[in-house]
C-alpha cells in the first residue's frame, strides 16, 4: 500500500474513532437510584422519608410480617423460604435506615393546574421545605422537581415555577446544591424543549451565583414522536445533545405513551408489548451516552378498602387480598423491567416500597451463587475466557458480571461479604470497572 495514501486513511480512521468516542463516551460510572417516588408539590414536606418509612414497615408488618409469608405472597407454596427469609430481611432494613432513594417534588400530573398564585405559593414553600431537609440531613440521597412540560401553552408556567423554587431554594442554602438534585421535564418531543430548559437553568445559575453546568436535568419519554419522529429517525439522542451537557437521564412514561398509541385503559400496563418496544429503542438509541433509564409506575395501589383500627376479621382479610394482589402486579412489572436492564423504576405510594425492594432484592439473591462462580472463574484466569457449566465467558461479558454487584451492592440486595466471595476485592469493585480492575491486577 501507498505509504502516503495510508497515511491519509488512518487519519481520517483516527478522527471518525475519536469522535465515535466522544458521542459515547460508555457507561456512567455513576450510582443510579432504585426507585424514584413521585408526589404532587402540595403534599411534600421535609418530614416525607421518615412518614414513608413508617408507613411502608407498617403494611410490611400488617401484609407479610415473615419470609415465609412475603415469599408466598409472589410464588405460593414453590417459594423458596430461606431465600425469602433474607430477603425479608434486608428489606425491613432498607425500610427502616433507606426507604427513600429519590423523590420527584412533583408539579406535573401529581399536581395538576392550579391558580397562578397557589401554584406561585407552592414552588417558594415546597423549596423551604427541601432547604430545611437539607440542613437537617434528612433529605434522601437524590431529590428533585418535575415542572410542567415546554410545549404550549405550559411552558410559562413551568419557567415560573422553576425559578421561583430555585432561586428559593439558593437563597436558603446559601447556594448550595443539594446532592442528587435533578429537574425533570415531562413529554418532551422536540430538541428545542431540552436547549430551552438547559439555557434556563443557565440563566438562574448566573441570576443566584452558581458555577456554569451544575444544574442538572432528566427528560420523560411519554409520545411515540419522542420514539420516532417525523422524519422515521429516533430523536433521543438529539434530545440529550441539546441539553448542552446538562442531561444525566431518561424516564419512561408508561400510561401517557401506552394512551399515544390508542391503547385502551384496560390495557395500559408496565408490560404492554408497546412500552417494550419503546424502552428498548431507549436503550438503543442512548446506549453508551452515560444516561441512566428509568421505568415508569405501577398505578394500582396496595390499598385496601377498609380503613381504621378495629376491623373485622372479614375486613381485614378483604385488605390482605387487594393488597397482596396489588403487590403481585408491581413484583411482576419490576421483574420484568430489571430482566430488561432498566433498574430504576417508580413508585408512588409507602404501601409499594416493600415490594420494590423485595423484587430487587429477590432478583440478585436468585442469580448470585451462579454470578458468583462465573466472576470468580473468569478473573482467576485474569480475562482470559472461560467455559464454566454450559455458559462461555469472555472478556465482553466481564463488565456484565462486575455490574450484577454493582447493582446489587447499590440498592442493599448484597451485602459486602457476598461481592468478595466473586474474587473481587472491594478495592477493585470501588472502580466500578472491570477493565480498571484488570490493568490493577497487572501491575
Not at 142 to 148: D, E, M
Not at 322 to 351: C, E, K, M, T
Request: with cysteine; proline share 4%.
Amino acid at each position: 500500500m501507498d505509504i502516503h495514501e495510508l497515511k491519509k486513511i488512518n487519519d481520517e480512521l483516527k478522527a471518525a474513532n475519536q469522535r465515535f468516542q466522544r458521542a459515547y463516551p460508555g457507561e456512567t460510572l455513576r450510582r443510579q437510584p432504585i426507585h424514584a417516588i413521585y408526589g404532587g408539590a402540595q403534599i411534600f414536606s421535609s418530614g416525607l422519608v421518615k412518614k414513608f418509612s413508617e408507613a411502608s414497615l407498617h403494611a410490611l408488618r400488617e401484609y407479610a410480617p415473615d419470609g415465609k409469608a412475603l415469599g408466598r405472597v409472589f410464588h405460593g407454596d414453590a417459594a423458596d423460604e430461606a431465600l425469602w427469609m433474607r430477603v425479608h430481611e434486608r428489606v425491613v432494613h432498607k425500610l427502616k435506615t433507606l426507604p427513600v432513594e429519590d423523590f420527584r417534588i412533583d408539579f406535573e400530573d401529581g399536581y395538576g393546574n392550579r391558580p397562578d398564585a397557589e401554584e406561585d405559593g407552592h414552588a417558594e414553600s415546597v423549596a423551604k421545605e427541601v432547604a430545611k431537609g437539607f440542613s437537617e440531613g434528612v433529605l434522601p440521597p437524590f431529590i428533585g422537581i418535575r415542572i410542567k412540560a415546554f410545549s404550549d401553552p405550559c411552558y410559562p408556567r413551568a419557567q415560573r415555577t422553576l425559578d421561583l423554587f430555585l432561586t428559593t431554594l439558593f437563597k436558603e442554602t446559601e447556594g448550595k446544591v443539594p446532592d442528587g438534585f435533578v429537574v425533570t421535564l415531562p413529554k418532551v418531543t422536540l430538541p428545542e424543549q431540552t436547549r430551552a430548559l438547559a439555557r434556563c437553568l443557565g440563566l438562574i445559575e448566573k441570576k443566584v451565583g452558581l458555577a456554569h453546568g451544575i444544574l442538572k436535568f432528566e427528560f420523560m419519554v411519554e409520545t411515540t414522536q419522542a420514539i420516532l419522529n417525523e422524519q422515521g429517525i429516533s430523536p433521543l439522542k438529539s434530545f440529550v445533545e441539546a441539553g448542552e451537557g446538562r442531561c444525566v437521564g431518561a424516564h419512561f412514561g408508561t400510561y401517557d405513551y401506552t394512551a399515544g398509541c390508542n391503547i385502551t385503559a384496560m390495557y395500559q400496563a408496565m408490560e404492554h408489548p408497546a412500552c417494550d418496544f419503546a424502552k428498548q429503542m431507549m436503550k438503543v438509541a442512548l446506549a453508551g451516552t452515560g444516561i441512566l433509564l428509568s421505568d415508569g409506575a405501577t398505578n394500582v395501589m396496595p390499598v385496601g378498602p377498609h380503613k381504621g383500627e378495629n376491623l373485622t376479621a372479614a375486613q381485614r382479610k378483604e385488605n390482605e387480598v387487594v393488597v397482596h394482589r396489588a403487590w403481585r402486579l408491581s413484583y411482576s412489572n419490576i421483574r420484568h423491567s430489571l430482566a430488561d436492564g432498566f433498574y430504576q423504576g417508580w413508585d408512588l405510594h409507602p404501601a409499594q416500597l416493600p415490594v420494590r425492594f423485595a423484587a430487587a432484592y429477590s432478583f440478585f439473591l436468585e442469580g448470585l451463587v451462579p454470578t458468583t462462580d462465573r466472576l470468580k472463574a473468569f478473573m482467576g484466569k485474569a480475562a482470559q475466557a472461560t467455559l464454566l457449566g454450559d455458559v462461555f465467558d469472555d472478556a465482553a461479558t466481564g463488565q456484565g458480571l462486575l455490574n450484577f454487584f454493582l447493582r446489587g451492592l447499590a440498592c442493599g440486595a448484597l451485602t459486602e461479604a457476598e461481592a468478595k466471595a466473586s474474587g473481587v476485592t472491594l478495592e477493585e469493585l470501588h472502580t466500578r470497572s472491570f477493565l480498571a480492575i484488570l490493568e490493577m491486577r497487572k501491575k
